[in-house]
């Protein structure tokens, strides 16, 4: 069963996951100097919020996060289907986790991940310039703008 996932920026840590234990009733399953989650089944969402500088604040992303290989290929061809770039990232780290997972943004630019995770992880990791991907409309060139057909390993400069 696909879980929903929402990653927002926060400017206080501290006080957000306070807020966020008060609304959501429980303690978040991980909590790092910067990052901190909650895995809830009433609602079912992978709930994240990170502190970075020079992050944007706010709601960063939203995506699906799978069970198992069966459903990430569902949900990737969902991605192909919806006939907007697809940065395909693969394995990566990712917020104190691993996973396989890719990226696309809807035609307003919400940038939407879909993501399979394998592990934990004791560094945080990166992500792709999703502000890129997100105005991918807008970009001409830019080398981290996917393409709809490209292999993965033409997008290598992210």
């Not at 940065?87 to 890719?102: F, H, I, Q, V």
């Amino acid at each position: 069963m696909k879980r929903f996932h929402m990653h927002v920026g926060v400017t206080d840590l501290d006080a957000s996951i306070a807020f966020y234990t008060h609304l959501f009733g429980a303690e978040p399953s991980v909590v790092k100097a910067d990052y901190a989650k909650w895995m809830l089944e009433d609602p079912r969402i992978n709930f994240a919020l990170s502190m970075r500088e020079g992050a944007a604040k706010g709601i960063e992303h939203v995506g699906l996060q799978v069970e198992d290989e069966s459903e990430l290929a569902e949900v990737y061809t969902r991605l192909k289907a919806a006939d907007r770039p697809v940065l395909e990232e693969g394995a990566t780290t990712c917020c104190y986790a691993k996973s396989e997972k890719s990226w696309i943004a809807d035609p307003d630019g919400v940038v939407w991940e879909a993501f399979l995770t394998s592990g934990g992880s004791t560094t945080y990791g990166g992500s792709p310039d999703l502000e890129q991907l997100a105005n991918a409309d807008a970009a001409t060139g830019a080398c981290c703008v996917p393409q709809a057909a490209a292999p993965a390993a033409a997008v290598g400069c992210c």
